[in-house]
T-cell receptor
Framework: EAGVTQSPTHLIKTRGQQATLRCSPI?????VYWYQQALGLGLQFLLW???????NRGNFPPRFSGRQFPNYSSELNVNALELEDSALYLC??????????????FGDGTRLSIL | AQSVTQLGSHVSVSEGALVLLRCNYS??????LFWYVQYPNQGLQLLLK??????LVKGINGFEAEFKKSETSFHLTKPSAHMSDAAEYFC???????????FGAGTQVVVTP
């Protein structure tokens, strides 16, 4: 069974640019989650998508957005990039996420570096 | 709101010694608890989970954890450390209303020969 796949592995951008990160969940999983892992800030929840709908978002500005496609894959968009956006962005998927008892399975992340 | 506290940001153990990583949680509802491991330049790998039922949970790679409601703890143990156990370990509690995992700050484990 293929795990969660993320692309690209690394992404280098400059301030003010826009970045798009992609995630393919495990087959059969309908929920997709995005987390930011920044140095010194730990793992912070960004977004939760389930059945194509945004179910919840963390405490991030609106320039962080995303969507989930009919095949349950997802993309995260970050507009007007700032230096502090440099981080590892992790995508996770699970069976239907409401209820909270389904474990989330993570990809290897996209390393976003802002110059 | 849920929260997780991991005691000790760094733990050093000798190869063959007991590994004990401490995790305490706060939750307003019956918690779902998880331990994850992160190796360098990789994502998080699920070690084990507690949802309901038996309070002693066995996971992969010889790890186990015990849910103690009275102590609001979910400590992770492994009887004998291997060099391959060197990694960062995260305890997490699930927030069923919000879908997210609330992670602890992580514990970096170093294994010495």
């Amino acid at each position: 069974e293929a795990g969660v796949t993320q692309s690209p592995t690394h992404l280098i951008k400059t301030r003010g640019q826009q970045a798009t990160l992609r995630c393919s969940p495990i087959s059969g999983h309908t929920s997709v989650y995005w987390y930011q892992q920044a140095l010194g800030l730990g793992l912070q929840f960004l977004l939760w998508y389930d059945e194509g709908e945004e179910r919840n978002r963390g405490n991030f500005p609106p320039r962080f957005s995303g969507r989930q496609f009919p095949n349950y894959s997802s993309e995260l968009n970050v507009n007007a990039l700032e230096l502090e956006d440099s981080a590892l962005y992790l995508c996770a998927s699970s069976l239907e996420g409401r209820g909270g008892n389904q474990p989330q399975h993570f990809g290897d992340g996209t390393r976003l570096s802002i110059l | 709101a849920q929260s997780v506290t991991q005691l000790g940001s760094h733990v050093s153990v000798s190869e063959g010694a007991l590994v004990l990583l401490r995790c305490n949680y706060s939750s307003s509802v019956p918690p779902y608890l998880f331990w994850y491991v992160q190796y360098p330049n990789q994502g998080l790998q699920l070690l084990l989970k507690y949802t309901t039922g038996a309070t002693l949970v066995k996971g992969i790679n010889g790890f186990e954890a015990e849910f103690k409601k009275s102590e609001t703890s979910f400590h992770l143990t492994k009887p004998s450390a291997h060099m391959s156990d060197a990694a960062e370990y995260f305890c997490a509690v699930s927030d069923p209303a919000w879908g997210k995992l609330q992670f602890g700050a992580g514990t970096q484990v170093v294994v010495t020969p």
